[in-house]
């Protein structure tokens, strides 16, 4: 399974983009880069995903080069209420057995008055 | 739709306690999960179902039991409560298999083992 890597925290300003990278070296050619937001004291929640260039929706973007070894997910003019912690995965969508993936620590994204 | 609910919200157990953690979804989803979150972590798989009647371990199953005897409904039992099972359990289900087929998460239960 591909193993990510993502900062562990971020802080913002209100009003500003917040880009966050994640890598995924290992990543197979059957592979699908999604993310997740979880607000505190709440389950996570799907927010995007991509499989190769660009994905956007009306909460996110998400930036996929052609080498697909990284990608960036991009939040436009965050608030306050953006403040939470972002998990990338990298796995396939279920061929075959079942794929026990792993939401690792995330991306604390703190989001400034 | 009311998604995916999980009772109780909160619960203290003591040691040796058993209990049981009940999710219901009414999206008619096959695929349900069980994770646990310990405080500043991700969330680690205990359990899942594939369907009714099919269920298999996830990373972290020792100390937990599953059953799926309906669609809807996944319950999580703990035999015999230790501080180690203090954590937030959440519950999840999909349409597809695994977190890559979008999952619809529970609000949680907070269980702390004293």
């Known amino acids: 399974l591909a193993k990510t890597t993502q900062p562990i925290s971020m802080d913002s300003y209100e009003g500003q983009e917040v880009n966050i990278t994640c890598s995924h070296n290992?990543?197979?050619?059957?592979?699908?880069i999604t993310w997740y937001q979880q607000f505190p004291s709440q389950g996570p929640r799907f927010i995007i995903q991509?499989?190769?260039t660009k994905v956007t929706n009306e909460v996110a973007s998400l930036f996929i080069p052609a080498d697909r070894k990284s990608s960036t997910l991009s939040l436009p003019r965050v608030s306050l209420s953006d403040t939470a912690v972002y998990y990338c995965?990298?796995?396939?969508?279920?061929?075959?057995?079942?794929?026990?993936?792993?939401f690792g620590t995330g991306t604390k994204l703190q989001v400034i008055p | 739709n009311a998604g995916v609910t999980q009772t109780p919200k909160f619960r203290i157990l003591k040691i040796g306690q058993s209990m049981t953690l009940q999710c219901t979804q009414d999206m008619n989803h096959n695929y349900m999960y069980w994770y646990r979150q310990d405080p500043g972590m991700g969330l680690k798989l205990i359990y899942y179902s594939v369907g009714a009647g099919i269920t298999d371990k996830g990373e972290v199953p020792n100390g937990y039991n599953v059953s799926r005897s309906t669609t809807e409904d996944f319950p999580l039992r703990l035999e015999l409560a230790a501080p180690s099972q203090t954590s937030v359990y959440f519950c999840?289900?999909?349409?597809?298999?695994?977190?890559?087929?979008?999952?619809?998460f529970g609000p949680g239960t907070r269980l702390t083992v004293l």
């Open positions: 999840a289900s999909s349409y597809g298999k695994g977190p890559h087929n979008e999952q619809f």
């Open positions: 991509g499989y190769k």
């Open positions: 290992n990543i197979a050619t059957n592979d699908y």
């Open positions: 995965l990298v796995g396939d969508r279920g061929s075959g057995g079942y794929q026990k993936v792993t």
